[in-house]
Each structure stands twice: as C-alpha cells, then as structure tokens.
Nanobody, 120 residues
C-alpha cells in the first residue's frame, strides 16, 4: 500500500514558476513509476507527465518544455517543477503511482490533489 501526499500548490501569476511535491509512504518507492495528472473544473482528468522507476520522463505536449518531473528516492518524493505558467494550467494536480505498469496504462494509487491557480 502506498499513500501519496501532494503539496506546493497555490495562486500565482502567468509566467511564474511553482514546484509541487508528492511525498510517498511505504517501502519500495524506488520501484514505482510515478506521474502527475491534473483536472480543471468541468473537465476530465488529464495526463501531465511521468517519471519511471529508472527516471525516464515523458510529458504531455501541452506542458513539454515548461514542466519537469524529478524524483528523490532517498526522500520518497517526486517533484513537478512548473515554469512559464499559463492560466490554462489552472487545475487540481494529482500525484499518481503504479508498480508494474506506466501510469499512462493505469494508476494504482492517487494522491488527494493540490490546487494550482494561475491568474492572467
């Protein structure tokens, strides 16, 4: 069982940067594929990016070049560094973890979400 707790959300202006953190409980964090999703009001949850247990990364086209995912296995934490934020990045951001598959294929564990609001 893995529990995920996100932090770092807030209200920022367009063009600003923000870093989200996701702290994972439990052992074997280093073997989990991790990822971030987001959900804006009235829209479906969408994939943002992922980092594999080997630290390979992959991003949605909408954030490629602006967002960076990293992980610190010693701290059981995954990060989402967001830069050049746009109002359309406003959403609740969710951390995700999967053990034997990519989070793109399916998510085993979800965090509770953290809100990011970007004002114009």
């Amino acid at each position: 069982q893995v529990q995920l707790v996100e932090s770092g959300g807030g209200l920022v202006q367009a063009g600003d940067s923000l870093r989200l953190s996701c702290a994972a409980s439990g052992r074997a964090f280093s073997r989990y594929n991790m990822g971030w999703f987001r959900q804006a009001p009235g829209k479906e949850r969408e994939f943002v990016g992922t980092i594999s247990w080997r630290s390979f990364t992959y991003y949605a086209d909408s954030v490629k070049g602006r967002f960076t995912i990293s992980r610190d296995n010693a701290k059981n934490t995954v990060y989402l560094q967001m830069s050049s934020l746009k109002p359309e990045d406003t959403a609740a951001y969710y951390c995700a973890a999967s053990e034997a598959r990519s989070v793109v294929e399916g998510v085993d564990y979800w965090g509770q979400g953290t809100q990011v609001t970007v004002s114009s």
